[in-house]
């Protein structure tokens, strides 16, 4: 893809891609406070301090978009899924950091 075939639908589905993840994190934590029966602000708490655990839960909470790319490729919006698919990848580098470094 090249920077001038960039649309808007590609910029809705990147902010989309990369939104999504940060609402679904906390819905994240609080099914699996609900499924381990932990308190809410140990988890959130964990979250925020625990490097490898917080990677755990980005990765979940970036599968939401999957959600989002399925809605668009059944409307044949194939800008806004490739969107979503560069909104998801744009949390690569974070985690790889996150990970190694």
């Keep these: 893809m090249n ?3 960039i649309t808007k639908d590609h910029i809705k589905g990147i902010v ?3 939104i999504t993840p940060l609402v679904f994190a906390p819905l994240v934590l609080l099914i699996i406070s609900w499924m381990q029966d932990y308190d809410y602000s140990y988890l959130w708490h964990k979250f925020t301090l625990n490097t490898p655990y917080r990677i755990k839960i980005i990765t979940l909470a970036i599968i939401a978009n999957l959600i ?3 809605f668009f490729l059944n409307r044949e919006r194939y800008n806004h899924a490739k969107g979503i ?4 990848m744009l949390y690569a580098p974070y985690i790889i950091y996150i990970k190694f470094f």
């Design 85 to 88: 698919i560069i909104g998801s």
């Design 16 to 18: 989309l891609g990369f």
């Design 68 to 70: 989002w790319f399925y």
């Design 3 to 5: 920077v001038r075939s």
